[in-house]
C-alpha cells in the first residue's frame, strides 16, 4: 500500500477451508514498515508451518510455473533463514564487541604511552 509519504507492506493471513482465523475473522491483514520486516514475519510463519498460498491460475501459468521453479522447499526455505538470523546475530555480536573494544584499546594505549613518557622523563 502507498500512502501520500510512506509506503506499507500488507499480507494476509487466511484458512483456505474458509474457517476463521482468530475469533470471529476469517482473515487477519498484518502491516508492516519495511520489506525485511515482512520477509521477517514471513520466515517465522514458515517456521510455525504456515505456508503462501500456491497461484495456480491458467493465465498465469508460464508466470506461474517459473515462480515455482524459482521457489524452494519450505523446508529449506526455513533452514537457510534459520542460518541467515544466526549469521546476522553473529554479525551483530561482532559488530557491537568491536565497538565496545575500541575505545578501551584507544584509552590503554594513550594510558600506556603516557606512563612510558612520565618515566622517561
Do not use: C
Not at 34 to 61: C, H, I
Amino acid at each position: 500500500e502507498q500512502g501520500f509519504m510512506s509506503r506499507r507492506h500488507v499480507f494476509a493471513l487466511y484458512n483456505p477451508d474458509q474457517k476463521n482465523v482468530y475469533k470471529d475473522y476469517k482473515e487477519l491483514q498484518l502491516g508492516v514498515e519495511t520489506q525485511d520486516d515482512m520477509d521477517s514475519w514471513k520466515a517465522s510463519f514458515l517456521r510455525a508451518g504456515v505456508y503462501p498460498e500456491k497461484v495456480s491460475d491458467s493465465s498465469n501459468g508460464e508466470e506461474g510455473s517459473s515462480e515455482g521453479s524459482t521457489s524452494m522447499d519450505p523446508q529449506l526455505e526455513s533452514q537457510v533463514e534459520t542460518i541467515r538470523n544466526l549469521v546476522d546475530s553473529y554479525m551483530k555480536i561482532v559488530t557491537k564487541t568491536t565497538r565496545d573494544l575500541v575505545p578501551k584499546i584507544v584509552m590503554h594505549l594513550m594510558i600506556n604511552n603516557t606512563k612510558d613518557f612520565i618515566m622517561g622523563e
